[in-house]
């Protein structure tokens, strides 16, 4: 099991401000396949970022996510108040199964 | 516009059954495999399992497999689960997504996600 672990696990900042979350992985991540979500309180998670870098659809250009290999970042470069929020990275490889980072907690 | 809309959540004893639904609408259901993923209270993700678009395969996580069985009804555009011999480690918010990309193999990325439903198993 390609285990994936994030930092920070909080991170306190102020709108404006650019935020960088990191994803490490146990092992190497195969062609990307690398995505985030973003869960706010008492919903759902939304689909961000797959392929590592590939934004879904409707998601602002604020968000940007990177790297390759074992080590991956997503960035915000600007949080609006609507972004603070938890973030998980998943990795979706061709092994049947499916893992999740414990997530990234972005607050004011 | 695409909707997931989990049921069936409650409380339930250790070693009882249960099974969840989730209803699909806004896609053309029987061309996406779809997932459920839970979330206990409080924490991270954790997904359960996977069905193809015509339920040919299925996959579980090692948590589950052997007592939890994945099936979808194409003409009922549904998804269920259904969980026997509950842990009081299963219980969770339920959520169903479908995949991302339409086709034979799934690419196990999720999108959208329904709201959940809440699997409790306590005495």
């Known amino acids: 099991e390609n285990v994936l672990t994030q930092s920070p696990g909080s991170l306190s900042l102020s709108p404006g401000e650019r935020a960088t979350l990191s994803c490490k992985a146990s092992?190497?991540?195969?062609?990307?396949?690398l995505a985030w979500y973003q869960q706010k309180p008492g919903q759902a998670p939304r689909l961000l970022i797959y392929g590592a870098s590939s934004r879904a659809t409707g998601i602002p250009d604020r968000f940007s996510g990177s790297g390759s290999g074992t080590d991956f970042t997503l960035t915000i470069s600007r949080l609006e108040p609507e972004d603070f929020a938890v973030y998980y990275c998943h990795h979706y490889g061709t092994s049947p199964t499916v893992t999740f980072g414990g997530g990234t907690k972005v607050e004011v | 516009e695409v909707q997931l809309v989990e049921s069936g959540g409650a409380v339930v004893q250790p070693g009882g059954s249960l099974t969840l639904s989730c209803a699909a609408s806004g896609f053309t259901f029987n061309d996406y495999a779809m997932h459920w993923v839970r979330q206990p209270p409080g924490k991270g993700l954790e997904w359960v399992a996977l069905?193809?678009?015509?339920?040919?395969?299925?996959s579980y996580a090692d948590s589950v497999k052997g007592r939890f069985t994945v099936s979808r009804d194409n003409s009922k555009k549904s998804l269920y689960l259904q969980m026997d011999s509950l842990r009081p480690e299963d219980t969770a918010l339920y959520y169903c997504a479908k995949d991302r990309i339409s086709g034979i193999w799934a690419s196990k990325i999720f999108d959208p996600w329904g709201q959940g439903t809440l699997v409790t198993v306590s005495s």
């Open positions: 069905i193809s678009w015509n339920g040919g395969i299925t």
């Open positions: 092992q190497s991540v195969s062609s990307s396949y």
